[in-house]
């Protein structure tokens, strides 16, 4: 089945330290994005690309890297710059154009 | 500055009792406007597009509505397992989310 998965489902990050979390899809979309999702907030995006080699900063994009070289993989990087890296993360992918994006099923950052 | 705005942000109703939930927004373009479920614990699930005011869309016992400065969700005759928080998003260059809301249906 075609779809978006997201790993690991839960992360625990030290002091210091940055820790990558990883996004695949196989339904071939061009677009990919990632949002952090905070309790009684909506989704505020992190990061966007609509193409591959190629990324855009959103609204929250301090503290925070992405690569884009393969079409179906979009790791985010959550730095030790960000002091409050504890939220739900999601990751999107969609087709060019006014079309729906597709969400996986997260992964929950803590620190230790 | 672009808004989405969602109402209740909890709604509790019996089994079979209707009842709509509410996505307000402010945005110059809209270029779509989206309807999510979100389950606890898992990522948002695709529900419908609207595109124009005035278009509808159905599904099993969801239907979705537009209007120029607002979109409406009516769940008629709900069961428990439709218990979720509902998201809607405006895509105006970005998709720019409401805050949600979350429904409870008791038996």
């Known amino acids: 089945d075609g779809g978006i998965t997201q790993s690991p489902k839960y992360l625990f990050r030290k002091e210091g330290q940055n820790v990558t979390l990883s996004c695949e899809q196989n339904?071939?979309?061009?677009?990919m994005y990632w949002y952090r999702q905070d309790p009684g907030q909506g989704l505020r995006l992190i990061y966007y690309?609509?193409?591959?080699?190629?990324?855009q900063k959103g609204d929250i994009a301090e503290g925070y890297s992405v690569s884009r070289e393969k079409k179906e993989s979009f790791p985010l990087t959550v730095t030790s710059a960000q002091k409050n890296p504890t939220a739900f993360y999601l990751c999107a992918s969609s087709i060019p154009g006014n079309q729906p994006q597709h969400f996986g099923d997260g992964t929950r950052l803590s620190i230790l | 500055e672009d808004q989405v705005t969602q109402s209740p942000e909890a709604l509790r109703l019996q089994e079979g009792e209707s009842s709509s939930l509410n996505c307000s927004y402010t945005v110059s373009g809209l270029r779509g406007l989206f309807w999510y479920r979100q389950d606890p614990g898992k990522g948002p699930e695709f529900l419908f597009t609207l595109y124009s005011a005035g278009e509808e869309k159905e599904k099993e016992r969801l239907k979705a509505t537009l209007t120029k400065k607002e979109s409406f969700l009516h769940i008629t005759a709900p069961k428990p397992e439709d218990s979720a928080t509902y998201l809607c998003a405006v895509l105006e260059g970005k998709l720019i989310f409401g805050q949600g809301t979350t429904l409870q249906v008791k038996p």
């Open positions: 690309s609509q193409i591959v080699n190629d990324f």
């Open positions: 339904l071939n979309h061009d677009a």
